[in-house]
């Protein structure tokens, strides 16, 4: 068997290394930069989903002042979250206080008391059942005040970190919001003097269309959660008449599903519980009815009615929709499941505009 001798010269040979080194330094320098990365993306993401809200502000002012759209429609949308927290929020802290005022009230006319306990743990095998709820209490009291100054820390640290992501973001999505439509035909511009304006054009129509895709599933996932709220607050409100609690829980209620319906997969889930929560504080019936039934609606909303929406906005199938969910939640968790679906939509633009990128 003949062996071959390969000869490689020596500016080749450094190339090829110099090509592995910037390999291994951008993929350092992207898990180094990752937070900021993905606070750079999801500030992208918010000001073009912001966009079409601000051209329709723009209209409306009949001005060419794009700065002033962007800005009014920046504001507004953060008086809409600051008016829906501000509503909501209270009901639930007086739940929540109302609750722990009744609290000795409720276990005594739920479970009798201490007796009844006592009673039920003799039933199932256990005696004395109130003195070993009592330890356990105390050894979980104990257990959280020794450790309770590295709870304040880690707490103290994380809301820190979580509040200087927000602020980043915000501050970001309004730059992004006003500036970025200039910095893009800066950008095109550049571009088109140094290159055929054939390929320009086509690139151009390609980020352009990326963008309404982003616009569109944000606007479709917004009228679905109107309509997740919608249905709660009119479940809350019919179990209110029947169970003889204060209907005024309805439009909070429905508030709160409305925003945590904005976070996929999982902001259903909080709300359901959330909710389910408070309506057991005023009738626990009530509680266990809504359970049983927005587990239902939650199945018929998610399955048909978001990707019907989504999938028809998107041109999109409705598997599609929800393989690429999973995907992206199993790949990078809720930012993943978030971005999951305009990524399948730009995915099926680029497919479309292949033939001009190649020409």
């Not at 980020?207 to 919608?230: N, P, W």
Request: proline share 4%; glycine share 8%; charged share 10%.
């Amino acid at each position: 068997m003949s062996k071959q001798l390969i000869e490689v010269d020596t500016k080749t040979f450094i190339r090829f290394w110099l090509v592995i080194l910037a390999f291994g330094l951008l993929g350092l320098f992207i898990w180094k930069a990752r937070m900021g990365l993905i606070i750079v993306g999801i500030a992208i993401f918010l000001a073009v989903a912001i966009q079409p809200l601000a051209i329709k502000i723009k209209k409306l002012l009949r001005k060419e002042n794009s700065t002033a759209a962007s800005v009014l429609a920046y504001t507004s949308i953060i008086l809409v979250v600051c008016l829906i927290v501000s509503v909501a929020a209270p009901v639930v802290i007086d739940e929540t206080v109302r609750f722990v005022g009744q609290l000795p009230e409720t276990f005594e006319g739920t479970f009798g008391g201490w007796a009844g306990v006592n009673e039920l743990g003799n039933k199932i095998g256990i005696s004395n059942l109130q003195d070993q709820i009592l330890l356990a209490i105390e050894s979980f009291s104990g257990h959280f005040l020794q450790n309770f100054s590295n709870f304040v820390f880690a707490g103290i640290g994380t809301i820190s970190q979580l509040l200087t992501n927000v602020i980043l973001i915000l501050v970001l999505t309004l730059l992004f919001a006003i500036e970025g439509p200039g910095i893009l035909r800066q950008f095109w511009d550049l571009v088109s003097g140094r290159r055929k304006d054939a390929p320009v054009r086509a690139y151009q129509r390609l980020t352009t269309r990326v963008g309404e895709v982003i616009a569109t599933y944000v606007s479709k996932q917004v009228t679905v959660a109107i309509l997740d709220g919608v249905v709660v607050g009119l479940a809350v409100l019919l179990l209110s008449l029947v169970f003889d609690f204060s209907s005024g829980l309805a439009a909070p209620m429905g508030l709160i599903a409305m925003v945590l319906y904005l976070i996929p997969m999982f902001g259903p889930i909080i709300s359901c519980g959330l909710i389910t929560i408070l309506l057991a504080f005023s009738s626990p019936a009530a509680g266990l009815i809504f359970l049983v039934f927005y587990i239902v609606y939650a199945q018929i909303e998610n399955n048909l009615i978001a990707p019907k929406l989504q999938g028809n906005a998107l041109n999109l199938p409705s598997a599609l929709i929800l393989t690429a969910i999973v995907i992206g939640m199993y790949m990078f968790g809720l930012v993943g499941a978030i971005i999951a679906i305009p990524i399948a939509g730009g995915i099926k633009v680029v497919v479309e505009e292949w033939p001009s990128l190649r020409k």
